[in-house]
């Protein structure tokens, strides 16, 4: 069963940035867009495997630090090859938490 995990606080994630945490036993890559709005994806890009939760976010999407596909932090689409996509997960943030569904 899902349910909402605590995964750290929005100060430790800087804007246009990104980090990755375990999560249920899933590396999970939770993104800043504006210091508001806070995504979370499947942290191994869908190309070759590329860390995304080191990639920077742009226009609101993560450029993975590899090969520089870019993804929707939205929804895990691959803007660079259409056929690809990672995961998304819920976020919510409540008292300066971050809090992944998985
Ligand atoms: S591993 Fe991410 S773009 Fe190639």
Request: proline letters at 0%.
């Given at each position: 069963m899902s349910?909402?995990?605590?995964?750290a606080k929005t100060?430790?994630?800087r804007e246009g940035?990104?980090?990755?945490f375990t999560v249920n036993g899933k590396r999970i890559a939770v993104f800043n867009v504006d210091n508001e709005n806070?995504?979370?994806l499947d942290n191994t890009c869908a190309h070759a495997r590329g860390p995304l939760g080191r990639g920077r976010?742009?226009?609101g999407a993560?450029?993975?630090p590899v090969h520089s596909y870019a993804y929707d932090v939205t929804n895990g689409r691959c803007y660079?090859?259409?056929r690809l996509r990672v995961r998304s997960y819920e976020v919510i943030v409540e008292d300066d938490e971050i809090?992944?569904?998985c």
């Open positions: 349910s909402y995990e605590t995964v100060s430790d994630i940035r990104g980090k990755a806070f995504y979370a976010v742009r226009n993560v450029v993975c660079t090859d259409d809090k992944v569904k």
